[in-house]
């Protein structure tokens, strides 16, 4: 485990050589990125192109066949999800993992596991001890965080509702609530803004900037709106087939024959 | 059993472990055959096996001498012999018991796990183990809470001999029984169009109802069967353990262990399981010891779940998000 | 700026007035209940007070790993027998007093469910169900061999309750008041069982409890915002074992003998039952449930058939027409009266 502190162009995050078959399908095939610090990357592609994959590969919940992904300067390749994300990575889900049990608040609340004081096992006693107002600091201070985000993206009005009867746009924000509350150094999105109206979406694209510009973090934001991907990104990457096809800024990639003929079908790359 | 060499034992224990084995399968194959297509574990399978014993049980000592009687009345049948006489009152008996259990299956899908409005998995296990404690507590509340004997002709079978190795007739039954299941389960989920739905209800429930299968009925069917099932395997308990309210649970802990070995969701691995599950058993108890059992089998499920969950015979398929 | 709040306020266990003024009613009523009378009856009542009290030590453990960390385990009753024996032993064999007996048992308890609880909760729904079923099994009959240590299958005879030397196996007259044995129980197992509840009620509303009912209702993003969802598992499985080895404990010295029969398939069955009706991952569900079937078993103790075959049936109705129990049926009531919800946290 080497940390690399020389260089400020060092990239956050580096894959190599991904790749993951499952059953017989291969999805994703020698893919190969990075990511420098404080950009935003997005990954655009048909569906089924592997985008979400490889999400669940930096994110630990797939281990790769094949391939490396740094983080931070350290090998993260078979490393469990919940060590990944305590070195300051999180995430939300294309289809949603709220707990719906929760209330937004407790949803966010959750976020900040691993900002609370705890001690493996004397987590349970610790918390028994915790009935005075000294005592319940630990818990108070994260409370007072909670709040922050929740005024910070809109969802007061919800704060004390069970996520399960929330709108579905509302519901995007509340699990991008709680990735951010964790204060992360890299952000993964997935599909952000699926399923909300258009004026959610340029709400989200604002709150998303402001939280870069605050907090300096990393994002990498899997999206189809494509309005969305050339407003907000620094750079993106096309994938088709498990294979990156394309990368550059957002002006170079719309331009790119392999890219238009991906998603518009014919052939593009004889101009 | 002194004379016997090491052979011998071996040879005995493996005899008698298919046999009790093919015991186990039976009782597997109607817990997996409900599992396979409606997802519910069903844990009150042992608790309805033996209601259906105790349903045979009355048949037979208070109906089957009267069926007896009536047909030696009958000129055609009685120039038959008696003992076509006794196999067709008994075939009769057998008949009713699992017209009973087809439809006590029918209706307890219908009444008990169709109502539930989207209950998880723990929901479904609640509602199965609270039909076990009703079954149990109705059952000893019926029938009473004695050992009995199944009559005949289902008492004192002839043992025969494989050199020094005894073999029960029973025990010849069981493992025909089994095995003929196995074809005849085999016809039915290749061949047959109830067969084939019920195999696609398994594969993809939506699809199935996208593709007009009637998957509401598919699930009463599934139960019915599932009831007649454990309807053979409890009578076959009755017929070589003695018909009690318990009578069932031992072998059926073993039948989960058989069931999870060969692949809750396998039907063949439900049969191998049990012949596994039976041979392993034996050779346990002669070698190691007897009181521990149940304990073993206990111990196989584990071993099993911790190395190969899916089971030997189902394929593992990892789980995307 | 966030407005300045009084987070200390919303982070209390009882949030408003009138909760509160009912609790400490409930409270000083009980403390004074054994007071009441003197008669044998009422002493049958005070004895079924205390089954009642170690039930709902059972039903708030197991709700724990069963509802509010969804992990469904049929094998529980195992624990309460490991926490039983394991006291009985250390109290005959190696002369140890008795609440040294009863916290070596919730401990050691907690420890075995911790171990077992490691390679078992890697199972999901029916598998998870099936081994712990085995597990439960497995524990009553192991018990029933070793006969020099356990007493083997008929069992072995409990040292009654002890503190600070007094041994609670005959009457104290204090005064006017006249304490048999069973009012002097009464009083340490209200004390535990209060002290327990609380506990548990604190621990939902931390880190920890949260990370509980995160790794519940999904895994998955538990995983991805830090939480160890295995180690969580486990950990949740240990905690209840700890309820159960307590419980178990408190149970068999209240009684003469024990015998590992007494563990079987039934208690583990009569625990879902509890906590089921009651109400999943809910504290005042599992009292709930706990008052229902411990009245219910002593209502029903001679007829051992109707019991089995109304609690079976009163299962399976819960599940299908409210499946968040007792709990479920009150807070539909009260939103339907109108009146101001309930406080969410239990």
């Known amino acids: 485990m080497e940390t690399d502190k020389n260089t400020i162009n060092t990239p956050i995050l580096s894959v190599s050589g991904l790749s993951i078959s499952f059953g017989g399908l291969r999805a994703l095939d020698n893919v190969s990125f990075h990511v420098a610090s404080g950009e935003i990357l997005s990954m655009i592609g048909p569906n089924g192109s592997g985008k979400t994959t490889i999400l669940n590969c930096i994110s630990g919940e797939y281990r790769p066949d094949a391939g490396a992904i740094r983080l931070f300067g350290n090998t993260i390749t078979s490393r469990p999800p919940h060590r990944i994300a305590r070195m300051g990575v999180s995430r939300t889900f294309q289809n949603l993992e709220l707990f719906s049990t929760m209330t937004t608040f407790e949803n966010i609340l959750v976020g900040r596991h691993i900002h609370q004081q705890h001690t493996p096992g004397g987590d349970v006693l610790r918390a028994l001890c915790s009935f005075t107002r000294r005592g319940a600091r630990n818990e108070t201070a994260q409370y007072r965080a909670v709040d922050n985000i929740i005024e910070r993206l809109g969802l007061e009005s919800v704060r004390d509702v069970e996520v399960a009867v929330l709108s579905y746009g509302k519901k995007k924000l509340v699990e991008l609530a709680r990735a951010a509350v964790m204060e992360p150094r890299l952000l993964l999105l997935d599909e952000p803004s699926g399923g909300m109206s258009s004026g959610e979406k340029s709400y989200l694209i604002e709150r998303i900037n402001d939280l870069r510009m605050e907090t300096g973090m990393t994002i990498v934001l899997v999206e189809h709106d494509m309005n969305l991907v050339m407003d907000i990104s620094d750079e993106i990457i096309v994938l088709n087939f498990g294979r990156v096809i394309a990368r550059g800024t957002p002006r170079e990639v719309q331009k790119h024959p392999d890219v238009l003929t991906a998603y518009l079908g014919g052939d593009y790359t004889h101009g | 059993m002194n004379e016997w060499t090491a052979i011998d034992i071996v040879i005995y224990l493996f005899i008698q472990g298919m046999a009790i084995g093919s015991l186990y399968a039976m009782i597997a194959l109607g817990l997996v055959l409900i599992y396979r297509t409606s997802d519910v574990l069903n844990f009150s399978h042992d608790k309805m096996g033996m209601i259906f014993a105790f349903v045979a049980y009355l048949l037979m000592s208070d109906h089957m001498p009267k069926i007896i009687a009536w047909c030696r009345e009958v000129p055609i049948l009685s120039s038959l012999g008696d003992g076509f006489i006794a196999g067709l009152a008994l075939a009769a008996v057998l008949a009713l018991t699992f017209c009973f259990a087809f439809f006590f299956g029918v209706l307890t899908e219908f009444f008990f796990l169709r109502r539930a409005k989207n209950p998880s998995h723990i929901g479904y296990i609640v509602i199965t183990i609270g039909l076990w404690l009703a079954f149990d507590g109705a059952a000893s509340w019926i029938f009473g809470t004695e050992y009995l004997s199944m009559p005949a002709p289902l008492s004192d079978f002839p043992v025969y001999h494989l050199g020094k190795v005894p073999i029960s007739q029973l025990d010849l039954i069981i493992f025909s029984a089994t095995s003929v299941l196995i074809i005849l389960l085999y016809v039915f989920f290749q061949h047959t169009a109830v067969g084939i739905a019920m195999r696609a209800t398994f594969e993809n429930r939506t699809a199935a109802r996208l593709m007009g299968i009637r998957t509401r009925r598919i699930f009463s069917i599934t139960w019915g069967i599932g009831a007649v099932l454990g309807a053979m395997a409890g009578i076959l308990t009755a017929a070589r353990f003695d018909l009690s309210n318990t009578m069932m649970f031992a072998p059926f802990v073993k039948s989960f262990s058989a069931a999870v070995l060969g692949g809750l969701t396998s039907i063949p691995g439900a049969i191998v399981g049990g012949w596994i599950m039976g041979i392993a058993e034996n050779f346990f108890g002669w070698y190691i010891s007897m009181k521990l059992k149940t304990t073993f089998a206990f111990l196989v499920i584990l071993a099993v779940l911790l190395v190969r969950p899916s089971g030997l015979l189902v394929r593992h398929h990892q789980k995307k998000v | ?346």
């Open chain 3, 1 to 346: 700026m966030t407005r300045e709040k009084d987070y200390f306020q919303e982070y209390r266990l009882v949030q408003d007035r009138l909760p509160r003024v009912l609790l400490s009613v409930l409270f000083f009523g009980l403390a004074v209940f054994p007071l009441i009378s003197q008669g044998d009856s009422h002493n049958y009542y005070v004895f079924v007070a205390n089954l009642l009290f170690i039930n709902i030590i059972i039903a708030v453990g197991y709700n724990i790993v069963v509802g509010n960390t969804g992990l469904i385990s049929l094998g529980h009753s195992g624990f309460l027998a490991i926490g039983a024996y394991a006291s009985i032993i250390l109290m005959t064999k190696l002369g140890a007093p008795f609440f040294v007996s009863l916290l070596f048992a919730g401990a050691f308890t907690a420890l075995l469910g911790f171990i077992v609880g490691l390679p078992a909760l890697r199972l999901e729904g029916p598998y998870l169900a099936i081994a712990t079923l085995g597990f439960g099994i497995a524990v009553e009959q192991v018990l029933g061999l070793f006969k020099s240590l356990t007493g083997g299958r008929d069992g072995i005879d409990t040292p009654p309750y002890g503190v600070f030397g007094h041994v609670m196996d005959h009457d104290v007259t204090l005064g006017p008041i006249t304490l048999s044995s069973e009012k002097q129980i009464y009083y340490v197992i209200l004390v535990v069982m209060v002290i327990l509840t609380v506990a548990a009620a604190r621990m939902m509303k931390s880190r920890v409890g949260r990370g509980f009912t995160a790794v519940r209702d999904s895994a998955v993003a538990a995983r991805a915002l830090g939480v160890n969802v295995t180690y969580f598992k486990s950990l949740a499985f240990a905690v209840s074992a700890f309820y159960m080895g307590v419980a178990g404990s408190l149970n068999a010295h209240m009684v003469n003998h024990i015998n590992p029969s007494q563990y079987g398939l039934m208690v583990s069955i009569t625990m879902v039952a509890m906590i089921v009706v009651g109400g999943l991952g809910s504290i005042t569900g599992s009292i709930l449930g706990a008052v229902l079937f411990t009245l219910l078993h002593q209502i029903l103790a001679a007829q051992d058939h109707l019991n089995a075959i109304i609690t079976g049936f009163v299962m399976v109705l819960i599940i299908i027409f409210e499946p968040r129990g007792l709990v479920g049926v009150w807070r539909t009531i009260s939103a339907s009266l109108g009146r101001i919800p309930v406080s969410r946290s239990d």
